[in-house]
T-cell receptor, first 111, second 113 residues
């Protein structure tokens, strides 16, 4: 079983739409959670950390459900510039903060 | 403040050859991790170096080896290249004391023919 599982998509949404990505992780000892964004043929870049209480950064909202081992990312009012692959990432400090990445979810925002 | 730098950016090797990829971490960072990202997949952890020693290793064969130098820079070596080693190789740097945030370099695109 993979450490982190994501729906690969693709998600094709119109500008202004709200879109949600989900992710599950298998290691209940995981302690740190992130969403990374990766543009085509570029390196992943940190989008936001995910906290137990949920957190928001502008149009982006991340949620964590430790009981269900489930992480989500909500993007409101989608922009063309949001088109990218979104990677769900889990880290466990017990393994020296080794990061486990999902396969990524592809988003295309259509004019 | 220089970010994570990697070299070369692109290279083509023949099956059976050996390759060395290089990484300089972000200024102030002391930990370097290497990841392999195959097409359509997420990055897969290869290993992590701290204080010039391999500290963690993912599920990769011994053909993958590395080194960290006193200035914290690092090399990834892959021997006996296989076609399946074709991928984007990403270097990530972090500060051990604040290991929850990693920063990636732009990566080295390796094609094995």
């Amino acid at each position: 079983r993979k450490e982190v599982e994501q729906d690969p998509g693709p998600f094709n949404v119109p500008e202004g739409a709200t879109v949600a990505f989900n992710c599950t992780y298998s290691n209940s000892a995981s302690q740190s959670f992130f969403w990374y964004r990766q543009d085509c043929r570029k390196e992943p870049k940190l989008l936001m950390s995910v906290y137990s209480s949920g957190n928001e950064d502008g149009r982006f909202t991340a949620q964590l459900n430790r009981a269900s081992q489930y992480i989500s990312l909500l993007i409101r009012d989608s922009k063309l510039s949001d088109s990218a692959t979104y990677l769900c990432v889990v880290a466990d400090s017990n393994t020296g903060n080794q990061f486990y990445f999902g396969t990524g979810t592809s988003l295309t925002v259509i004019p | 403040d220089a970010g994570v730098t990697q070299s070369p950016t692109h290279l083509i090797k023949t099956r059976g050859q050996q390759v060395t990829l290089r990484c300089s971490p972000k200024s102030g960072h002391d930990t370097v991790s290497w990841y392999q990202q195959a097409l359509g997949q997420g990055p897969q952890f290869i290993f992590q170096y701290y204080e010039e020693e391999e500290r963690q290793r993912g599920n990769f064969p011994d053909r993958f080896s590395g080194h960290q130098f006193p200035n914290y820079s690092s090399e990834l070596n892959v021997n006996a290249l296989l076609l399946g080693d074709s991928a984007l190789y990403l270097c990530a740097s972090s500060l051990k004391e604040a290991g929850n945030t990693i920063y990636f370099g732009e990566g080295s695109w390796l094609t094995v023919v």
